[in-house]
């Protein structure tokens, strides 16, 4: 038994109204001719199924026609790209091309002829990695110990600070208690000498 049922490709696509510029005669008959190539095979339906079929159809074929505009978008967005950025798309696919070389087994002409140096230079690689690893490290620590020797300066600093304003504080505070001292046996005295006289 043969599918009667039309695909996109079998039906065409949707007649677009905009390229008529409006909804002439000739826009009405090409949507009327579509419409009934997507109701073939639908003659044993109902009315509302019939319509639900078209529906469904017409939709697999906007979906179709979004399809091929979104293809035919982004070639043009990546020819675009390409002309207004060069480099980063040759970068790009110099990166991929790489990625790819990566991955893939090493052959045994390639280790025949390249074997020894490449492994040469991966281990060159792998000892400049670690010296670099190292140096950092060791630049880490440095900073490390100038910033606590920074901090236990600092601290000291201002321990030494509170230390010398509490002294300074004290002194003023004996300074002035002595001050009061004397101004209240000066006062008291002549308190007193007031008193004898009355």
Do not use: C, W
Not at 2 to 24: F, H, I, N
Not at 91 to 101: E, I, T
């Amino acid at each position: 038994m043969q599918d009667s049922r039309p695909t996109p490709a079998m039906v065409g696509d949707l007649p677009d109204e905009r390229s008529t510029g409006s909804k002439s005669e000739g826009f009405s008959g090409r949507y009327e001719d579509f419409r009934a190539r997507l109701a073939e095979g639908t003659e044993h339906l109902t009315d509302a199924a019939r319509e639900r079929v078209i529906a469904a159809r017409e939709q697999a074929v906007r979906a179709q026609r979004q399809a091929r505009e979104a293809v035919s978008h982004s070639g043009d967005a990546a020819v675009d790209m390409f002309e207004r950025q060069p480099l980063v798309v040759g970068a790009l696919a110099f990166a991929v091309g790489a990625a790819v070389a990566a991955l893939l087994p090493r052959t045994r002409t390639e280790n025949s002829y390249l074997g020894a140096r490449r492994d040469q230079l991966m281990d060159e690689a792998e000892r400049i990695f670690r010296e670099e690893t190292e140096r950092a490290k060791s630049t880490l620590r440095t900073a490390e110990s100038e910033a606590r020797s920074a901090v236990s300066d600092i601290t000291d600093t201002v321990a030494e600070k509170a230390r010398e304003a509490t002294d300074e504080s004290a002194a003023a505070v004996k300074e002035h208690a002595g001050d009061v001292k004397s101004t209240a046996k000066s006062e008291a005295k002549g308190a007193k000498d007031d008193i004898k006289k009355s």
